[in-house]
């Protein structure tokens, strides 16, 4: 494609973004160079702004622009729940459920001894200090439910249970509204055996 | 979800993206925060770059960084032979089929008076300049091949022809590694009335 120099930058920057390749990348840019300039600016500053303001809560490690996150400053939540991610991106999904109201942690990783991922670079200090030092009596491990979040909530669960702290870990099962038929081995087996009595 | 503000805004430019729905924007903006911060400003930058730098070419009005657009100032494409697109974004896909070596004039939009766009709203007083003062021979209309696209090729084609400018048209029919029984009705009747002697 023979294009100019500042439209060739400009797709070789958006294709770097996830799930975007050479033709949503093109779609993209048309509609930059289609648009007026104060909204292709906003985008632009958008951009700059969340690296310029954003960075790790101090006590959590969610995204945060203070200090503390919009989690950790609320008053209305639970400190005595701690519910432990992977993630940063992994508490939105949790938040829109609506069900959980305690605080988080985040690990920033999962183990993974493939990767030569161990406990040193993950959060997992800091979990234990919080631990020693806030009031919580319950931890919910809400790591994938992979190999390494199995590991990383086995490896956690054994390491916080001498506290004395109840240790609970996301229900496996069929997704709400999925079909039985299409449901793999292993999710359906975690189904059975997880069976409530009704 | 409870997202730090730098994060919503982020979240609503990038799904103002054309394709870009709140989970793909999610992802996107994840990623923008997760990058190191010379990535995710060169993206910003990019952005800008293509808005302060980019324009319409003079003569064919394809996006251009100079006065004229590569095509236009390159050398070795021939003079004679005028390609009529809709849009910028359509050059490409022809450039890259490697067949034309001509020039390109872009209309910036086709004819549909549904939508109030009438000929005065698309750049053919300019096409009709190029051929009253450039020595061009033959015209291909390249304009999509829907109800607005057909309309403004037949529209030009009545133009141009008493000029005695060869005018051609984008063949129909069926696309190369189609299957004959997914065409739809009218790509295979065009494919039928237009059939080759062998």
Not at 15 to 29: F, I, Y
Request: charge should be negative.
């Amino acid at each position: 494609m023979q294009s100019a120099p500042a439209i060739q930058k400009l797709l070789d920057e958006l294709e770097r973004l996830p799930g975007v390749g050479p033709k949503s990348a093109q779609r993209m840019a048309y509609w930059i160079l289609n648009s007026d300039r104060a909204t292709a600016l906003r985008l632009a500053q958008a951009i700059v702004e969340v690296k310029d303001t954003v960075h790790f809560c101090s006590r959590c490690f969610n995204y945060a622009e203070d200090d503390l996150c919009e989690i950790c400053r609320s008053t209305s939540r639970n400190q005595q729940l701690l519910c432990v991610v992977s993630e940063p991106r992994d508490i939105p999904p949790i938040e829109r459920t609506a069900v959980f109201q305690g605080v988080y942690h985040v690990l920033g990783g999962a183990l993974s001894p493939m990767d030569g991922i161990g406990p040193d670079d993950l959060r997992i200090p800091q979990l234990m200090q919080r631990l020693g030092s806030e009031d919580i009596r319950e931890v919910v491990l809400a790591t994938n439910p992979n190999v390494e979040g199995e590991t990383t909530a086995a490896y956690l669960a054994r390491l916080i249970k001498p506290l004395g702290i109840k240790v609970t870990r996301l229900a496996s099962g069929l997704p709400v509204g999925g079909d039985l038929e299409f449901a793999d081995e292993v999710t359906l087996g975690r189904a059975l055996e997880a069976r409530r009595v009704l």
